[in-house]
């Protein structure tokens, strides 16, 4: 297998809720939702760095989609990770996000390699982590 992930996508509950968080409350550029034409076809993208895509699609469409009955995941599978440049800039996305409506799992603080993080938990639960890594700043 080639690296070449293009989409990850998110299952959510209430997909215009969580067109508003990531829109609205995050910033994040979007086309908003479309495919509504199709049953179980709703979906949101946003666009990421590196030609990267988010995508928003509810759980019930997913679990139809793949066969697999819709059930609780643990927030501690996996995390999301957005680096910013500046040790500041965690601060006012954890701000933002909480704002937005996020739970703010772990306020930002000094991490064991030098750099600032902190944890958030979107509408549907799932874990963003906000970080400052001076060895591993984002390119503008």
């Known amino acids: 297998m080639k690296p070449r992930i293009s989409v990850i996508t998110l299952g959510v509950a209430d997909l215009e809720k969580s067109l508003v968080f990531y829109r609205d409350g995050l910033g994040l550029p979007t086309d908003g939702i479309i495919g509504r034409e199709f049953e179980h076809g709703a979906v949101a993208f946003f666009d990421l760095s590196g030609g990267l895509k988010l995508a ?27 680096n910013v440049r500046r040790r500041e800039e965690v601060d006012a996305v954890m701000a933002a996000a909480e704002e937005a409506g996020a739970h703010i799992v772990k306020v930002a603080q000094d991490t064991f390699y030098g750099g600032y993080a902190g944890y958030f938990n979107d509408l549907d639960g799932h874990v963003w982590e906000v970080v400052w890594n001076p060895q591993l700043l984002p390119q503008e």
């Open 56 to 82: 928003l699609w509810a759980q019930d469409d997913i679990a139809h989609d793949t066969g697999l009955p819709k059930q609780a995941g643990s927030p501690t599978s996996f995390t999301i990770g957005h």
